[in-house]
Protein backbone atom coordinates (compact mmCIF):
# COMPACT_ATOMS: atom_id res chain seq x y z
CA UNK A 1 0.00 0.00 0.00
CA UNK A 2 1.26 3.34 -1.15
CA UNK A 3 1.73 6.09 1.43
CA UNK A 4 -0.45 9.19 0.12
CA UNK A 5 0.70 11.48 2.58
CA UNK A 6 2.53 14.51 1.93
CA UNK A 7 3.00 17.89 4.04
CA UNK A 8 2.78 21.01 2.57
CA UNK A 9 4.70 23.71 4.55
CA UNK A 10 4.21 22.51 8.05
CA UNK A 11 0.46 21.04 7.20
CA UNK A 12 0.05 17.97 6.83
CA UNK A 13 -2.27 16.49 4.34
CA UNK A 14 -3.67 12.58 4.20
CA UNK A 15 -3.10 12.78 0.29
CA UNK A 16 -1.39 15.31 -2.23
CA UNK A 17 -4.74 16.55 -3.57
CA UNK A 18 -6.50 19.64 -3.21
CA UNK A 19 -9.10 21.69 -4.68
CA UNK A 20 -7.91 24.74 -6.33
CA UNK A 21 -9.64 28.24 -5.61
CA UNK A 22 -12.64 29.03 -7.30
CA UNK A 23 -13.61 25.84 -8.78
CA UNK A 24 -15.37 24.65 -5.30
CA UNK A 25 -16.52 27.49 -3.75
CA UNK A 26 -16.28 26.60 -0.13
CA UNK A 27 -17.12 23.06 -0.53
CA UNK A 28 -20.66 23.48 0.27
CA UNK A 29 -22.22 22.92 -3.16
CA UNK A 30 -19.98 19.82 -3.67
CA UNK A 31 -20.78 18.72 0.29
CA UNK A 32 -24.01 17.56 -0.38
CA UNK A 33 -23.15 14.67 -2.40
CA UNK A 34 -19.47 14.61 -1.78
CA UNK A 35 -16.71 13.52 1.08
CA UNK A 36 -14.64 16.59 1.47
CA UNK A 37 -12.58 13.87 3.64
CA UNK A 38 -11.30 12.35 0.23
CA UNK A 39 -9.49 15.49 -0.32
CA UNK A 40 -6.22 16.30 1.28
CA UNK A 41 -7.35 20.26 1.02
CA UNK A 42 -9.51 22.76 -0.12
CA UNK A 43 -8.53 26.05 -1.68
CA UNK A 44 -11.54 28.28 -0.72
CA UNK A 45 -13.07 30.67 -3.64
CA UNK A 46 -10.62 34.01 -3.63
CA UNK A 47 -12.07 36.04 -0.37
CA UNK A 48 -11.73 39.94 -0.62
CA UNK A 49 -11.98 42.07 2.68
CA UNK A 50 -15.70 43.01 1.39
CA UNK A 51 -18.15 41.28 -0.38
CA UNK A 52 -17.68 41.73 -4.63
CA UNK A 53 -19.92 40.74 -7.35
CA UNK A 54 -17.37 40.81 -9.82
CA UNK A 55 -16.96 41.66 -13.69
CA UNK A 56 -20.25 41.84 -15.64
CA UNK A 57 -21.64 38.79 -17.72
CA UNK A 58 -20.21 36.69 -20.19
CA UNK A 59 -17.64 36.19 -17.74
CA UNK A 60 -16.85 32.61 -18.47
CA UNK A 61 -15.65 31.27 -22.24
CA UNK A 62 -15.18 27.60 -22.92
CA UNK A 63 -12.66 26.82 -25.16
CA UNK A 64 -11.69 23.78 -26.81
CA UNK A 65 -8.47 23.24 -24.21
CA UNK A 66 -9.93 25.12 -21.48
CA UNK A 67 -11.86 27.40 -20.07
CA UNK A 68 -11.79 31.67 -20.10
CA UNK A 69 -12.77 33.35 -17.16
CA UNK A 70 -12.90 36.81 -16.16
CA UNK A 71 -15.17 36.41 -12.50
CA UNK A 72 -13.39 39.04 -11.02
CA UNK A 73 -13.49 38.08 -7.30
CA UNK A 74 -16.74 37.20 -6.76
CA UNK A 75 -17.21 36.26 -3.10
CA UNK A 76 -18.99 37.33 -0.13
CA UNK A 77 -16.35 38.95 1.55
CA UNK A 78 -13.75 37.85 4.48
CA UNK A 79 -16.10 38.26 7.09
CA UNK A 80 -18.94 36.22 5.75
CA UNK A 81 -16.64 33.34 5.14
CA UNK A 82 -15.55 32.97 8.84
CA UNK A 83 -19.38 33.42 9.68
CA UNK A 84 -20.98 30.94 7.39
CA UNK A 85 -18.54 28.93 5.91
CA UNK A 86 -15.22 28.42 7.51
CA UNK A 87 -17.66 26.32 10.26
CA UNK A 88 -19.14 23.92 8.27
CA UNK A 89 -15.68 23.08 6.61
CA UNK A 90 -13.99 22.22 10.12
CA UNK A 91 -16.16 19.79 11.04
CA UNK A 92 -14.07 17.90 7.93
CA UNK A 93 -10.97 16.44 7.71
CA UNK A 94 -8.89 18.37 5.43
CA UNK A 95 -6.38 21.30 4.84
CA UNK A 96 -8.39 24.83 4.53
CA UNK A 97 -6.45 26.65 2.83
CA UNK A 98 -8.00 30.47 2.79
CA UNK A 99 -7.13 32.80 -0.86
CA UNK A 100 -7.05 36.27 -0.27
CA UNK A 101 -6.58 39.51 -2.39
CA UNK A 102 -6.68 42.72 -1.12
CA UNK A 103 -6.74 46.42 -2.46
CA UNK A 104 -3.20 47.40 -0.75
CA UNK A 105 -0.67 45.51 1.53
CA UNK A 106 -2.68 46.63 4.58
CA UNK A 107 -6.08 44.71 3.15
CA UNK A 108 -3.84 41.71 2.93
CA UNK A 109 -2.70 42.06 6.46
CA UNK A 110 -6.28 42.78 7.74
CA UNK A 111 -7.46 39.53 6.32
CA UNK A 112 -4.29 37.60 7.51
CA UNK A 113 -4.73 37.97 10.46
CA UNK A 114 -8.48 37.82 10.70
CA UNK A 115 -8.69 34.24 8.84
CA UNK A 116 -5.74 33.11 11.07
CA UNK A 117 -7.70 33.53 14.16
CA UNK A 118 -10.74 31.90 12.54
CA UNK A 119 -8.32 28.60 12.28
CA UNK A 120 -7.95 28.15 8.77
CA UNK A 121 -4.47 26.20 7.99
CA UNK A 122 -2.96 28.14 5.27
CA UNK A 123 -3.21 31.54 3.83
CA UNK A 124 -2.97 31.69 -0.46
CA UNK A 125 -2.32 34.85 -1.13
CA UNK A 126 -3.44 35.33 -4.44
CA UNK A 127 -1.07 38.22 -6.47
CA UNK A 128 -2.27 36.60 -9.57
CA UNK A 129 -5.70 37.29 -10.39
CA UNK A 130 -5.76 38.49 -14.04
CA UNK A 131 -9.45 40.02 -13.97
CA UNK A 132 -9.15 42.56 -11.24
CA UNK A 133 -7.18 46.26 -11.41
CA UNK A 134 -6.09 46.31 -7.60
CA UNK A 135 -4.54 43.52 -5.96
CA UNK A 136 -4.04 41.25 -9.27
CA UNK A 137 -1.44 41.10 -11.46
CA UNK A 138 -0.37 44.83 -10.29
CA UNK A 139 1.06 42.61 -7.21
CA UNK A 140 2.35 39.82 -8.85
CA UNK A 141 4.24 41.07 -11.75
CA UNK A 142 6.24 43.45 -10.23
CA UNK A 143 9.05 41.92 -7.31
CA UNK A 144 9.14 44.70 -5.03
CA UNK A 145 5.22 44.66 -4.48
CA UNK A 146 5.19 40.81 -4.62
CA UNK A 147 7.83 41.17 -1.94
CA UNK A 148 5.61 44.02 0.01
CA UNK A 149 2.69 41.97 0.37
CA UNK A 150 4.06 39.09 1.25
CA UNK A 151 5.98 40.63 3.93
CA UNK A 152 2.63 42.34 5.07
CA UNK A 153 1.12 38.68 5.14
CA UNK A 154 3.92 37.22 7.08
CA UNK A 155 3.84 39.94 9.45
CA UNK A 156 -0.19 39.23 10.46
CA UNK A 157 -0.51 35.59 9.95
CA UNK A 158 -0.10 32.75 12.64
CA UNK A 159 -0.40 30.14 9.82
CA UNK A 160 1.73 29.18 6.89
CA UNK A 161 1.48 31.94 3.93
CA UNK A 162 1.71 30.66 0.35
CA UNK A 163 2.05 32.72 -2.27
CA UNK A 164 -0.05 32.17 -5.50
CA UNK A 165 2.21 33.31 -8.47
CA UNK A 166 1.38 34.45 -11.96
CA UNK A 167 2.19 32.86 -15.31
CA UNK A 168 1.54 36.52 -17.17
CA UNK A 169 5.26 36.99 -16.77
CA UNK A 170 8.55 36.54 -18.93
CA UNK A 171 10.90 35.45 -16.05
CA UNK A 172 8.90 33.98 -12.85
CA UNK A 173 11.62 32.90 -11.12
CA UNK A 174 12.38 36.76 -10.49
CA UNK A 175 8.78 36.92 -8.49
CA UNK A 176 9.17 34.01 -6.58
CA UNK A 177 12.88 35.12 -5.25
CA UNK A 178 11.70 38.03 -4.00
CA UNK A 179 8.41 36.29 -2.87
CA UNK A 180 10.88 33.82 -0.91
CA UNK A 181 13.45 36.35 0.18
CA UNK A 182 10.53 38.48 1.80
CA UNK A 183 9.34 35.60 4.02
CA UNK A 184 7.11 32.85 2.31
CA UNK A 185 6.28 29.68 3.44
CA UNK A 186 5.48 27.84 0.11
CA UNK A 187 4.21 28.94 -3.70
CA UNK A 188 1.65 27.88 -5.24
CA UNK A 189 1.52 28.31 -9.06
CA UNK A 190 0.42 28.78 -11.57
CA UNK A 191 -2.57 30.91 -11.34
CA UNK A 192 -4.42 31.83 -15.09
CA UNK A 193 -2.76 32.59 -18.20
CA UNK A 194 -4.20 35.67 -20.06
CA UNK A 195 -6.49 34.95 -23.20
CA UNK A 196 -8.80 36.04 -25.65
CA UNK A 197 -11.55 34.41 -27.51
CA UNK A 198 -13.77 36.00 -30.33
CA UNK A 199 -16.95 35.45 -31.51
CA UNK A 200 -16.67 35.06 -35.45
CA UNK A 201 -20.35 35.64 -35.95
CA UNK A 202 -21.01 39.09 -33.75
CA UNK A 203 -17.33 40.06 -34.45
CA UNK A 204 -17.03 40.88 -30.36
CA UNK A 205 -15.31 39.04 -28.03
CA UNK A 206 -16.68 36.98 -26.11
CA UNK A 207 -16.31 37.76 -22.66
CA UNK A 208 -17.70 41.73 -21.62
CA UNK A 209 -14.49 42.10 -19.97
CA UNK A 210 -12.18 41.42 -23.53
CA UNK A 211 -10.24 38.97 -21.86
CA UNK A 212 -9.78 36.87 -19.24
CA UNK A 213 -7.50 34.12 -17.75
CA UNK A 214 -7.48 30.55 -19.00
CA UNK A 215 -6.97 27.29 -16.87
CA UNK A 216 -7.56 23.60 -18.15
CA UNK A 217 -5.09 21.51 -19.83
CA UNK A 218 -4.07 23.60 -22.71
CA UNK A 219 -1.69 25.39 -19.77
CA UNK A 220 -0.86 22.01 -17.90
CA UNK A 221 3.42 22.04 -20.31
CA UNK A 222 3.00 25.77 -19.02
CA UNK A 223 2.61 24.89 -15.54
CA UNK A 224 4.90 21.75 -15.45
CA UNK A 225 7.82 24.17 -16.96
CA UNK A 226 6.96 27.15 -14.51
CA UNK A 227 7.06 24.65 -11.54
CA UNK A 228 10.39 23.20 -12.54
CA UNK A 229 11.88 26.80 -12.87
CA UNK A 230 10.85 27.75 -9.60
CA UNK A 231 11.78 24.46 -8.03
CA UNK A 232 15.13 25.01 -9.03
CA UNK A 233 15.18 28.83 -8.18
CA UNK A 234 13.90 28.96 -4.39
CA UNK A 235 13.73 26.39 -1.25
CA UNK A 236 10.42 26.59 -0.80
CA UNK A 237 7.29 23.72 -0.94
CA UNK A 238 5.00 24.27 -4.11
CA UNK A 239 1.63 23.34 -4.73
CA UNK A 240 1.20 22.60 -8.26
CA UNK A 241 -1.63 23.32 -10.53
CA UNK A 242 -2.26 23.87 -14.21
CA UNK A 243 -4.54 21.65 -16.11
CA UNK A 244 -4.56 18.48 -14.24
CA UNK A 245 -7.31 15.83 -14.96
CA UNK A 246 -5.64 12.40 -14.38
CA UNK A 247 -2.74 10.73 -11.93
CA UNK A 248 0.01 11.25 -14.88
CA UNK A 249 -0.84 15.00 -14.67
CA UNK A 250 -0.44 15.05 -11.05
CA UNK A 251 2.95 13.08 -11.70
CA UNK A 252 4.10 15.82 -13.83
CA UNK A 253 3.83 18.07 -11.46
CA UNK A 254 5.43 16.80 -8.44
CA UNK A 255 8.18 15.32 -10.81
CA UNK A 256 8.69 18.93 -11.47
CA UNK A 257 8.87 19.98 -8.06
CA UNK A 258 5.58 20.00 -6.70
CA UNK A 259 4.66 19.03 -2.90
CA UNK A 260 1.40 18.48 -3.45
CA UNK A 261 -1.16 19.53 -6.40
CA UNK A 262 -4.41 21.17 -6.74
CA UNK A 263 -7.36 20.50 -9.67
CA UNK A 264 -9.49 23.12 -11.08
CA UNK A 265 -11.15 23.01 -13.75
CA UNK A 266 -11.64 19.55 -14.52
CA UNK A 267 -13.87 19.88 -11.02
CA UNK A 268 -16.07 21.25 -13.68
CA UNK A 269 -16.76 18.25 -15.76
CA UNK A 270 -16.01 15.81 -13.23
CA UNK A 271 -16.35 16.80 -9.55
CA UNK A 272 -14.55 13.46 -8.63
CA UNK A 273 -11.71 14.41 -10.80
CA UNK A 274 -9.60 15.28 -7.38
CA UNK A 275 -10.65 11.68 -6.35
CA UNK A 276 -9.63 10.08 -9.55
CA UNK A 277 -6.42 11.93 -9.56
CA UNK A 278 -5.33 10.92 -5.93
CA UNK A 279 -6.33 6.99 -7.25
CA UNK A 280 -4.91 7.20 -10.46
CA UNK A 281 -1.61 8.56 -8.82
CA UNK A 282 -1.11 6.29 -6.15
CA UNK A 283 -1.60 3.60 -9.00
CA UNK A 284 0.80 5.18 -10.71
CA UNK A 285 3.36 4.98 -7.80
CA UNK A 286 2.27 1.67 -6.94
CA UNK A 287 3.25 0.19 -10.63
CA UNK A 288 6.51 1.83 -10.26
CA UNK A 289 7.05 0.65 -7.28
CA UNK A 290 7.63 3.82 -5.29
CA UNK A 291 6.39 3.63 -1.57
CA UNK A 292 5.26 6.96 -1.15
CA UNK A 293 4.20 9.66 -3.23
CA UNK A 294 5.83 12.29 -1.80
CA UNK A 295 9.08 10.50 -3.31
CA UNK A 296 7.75 11.68 -6.77
CA UNK A 297 8.61 15.49 -5.37
CA UNK A 298 11.35 16.92 -7.75
CA UNK A 299 12.54 13.54 -8.68
CA UNK A 300 12.96 14.29 -12.82
CA UNK A 301 15.63 13.25 -13.85
CA UNK A 302 18.50 15.11 -15.88
CA UNK A 303 18.78 14.00 -19.28
O1 LIG B 1 -8.48 33.20 -13.20
C1 LIG B 1 -8.74 33.70 -12.12
N1 LIG B 1 -9.99 34.12 -11.86
N2 LIG B 1 -7.78 33.83 -11.18
C2 LIG B 1 -8.00 34.44 -10.00
O2 LIG B 1 -7.07 34.57 -9.23
C3 LIG B 1 -9.32 34.93 -9.65
C4 LIG B 1 -10.41 34.53 -10.57
C5 LIG B 1 -11.47 35.58 -10.65
O3 LIG B 1 -12.30 35.63 -9.73
O4 LIG B 1 -11.46 36.39 -11.60
Known amino acids: KVDQSVVLAGVKMKNPVVVASGTFGFGREYGQFYNLNELGGICCKGLTLHRREGNPSPRIAETPMGILNSVGLQNPGVDAFIAEELPELRTHDLAIIANISGNTPEEYGIMCEKLSAAGVDMIEVNISCPNVKAGGLAYGTKPELAAEVTRMAKAHSTVPVMVKLSPNVTDITEIARAVADAGADALSLINTLRGMRIDV ?10 TGGLSGPAVLPVAVRMVWEVANAVDLPILGMGGVAKGADAAQLMLAGASAVAVGTACFADPYAPVKVRDE ?10 SK ?6 AVKPW
Do not use: C, W
Open 201 to 210: NTHRPILKMN
Open 293 to 298: VSDFTG
Open 281 to 290: LAALAEMQGI
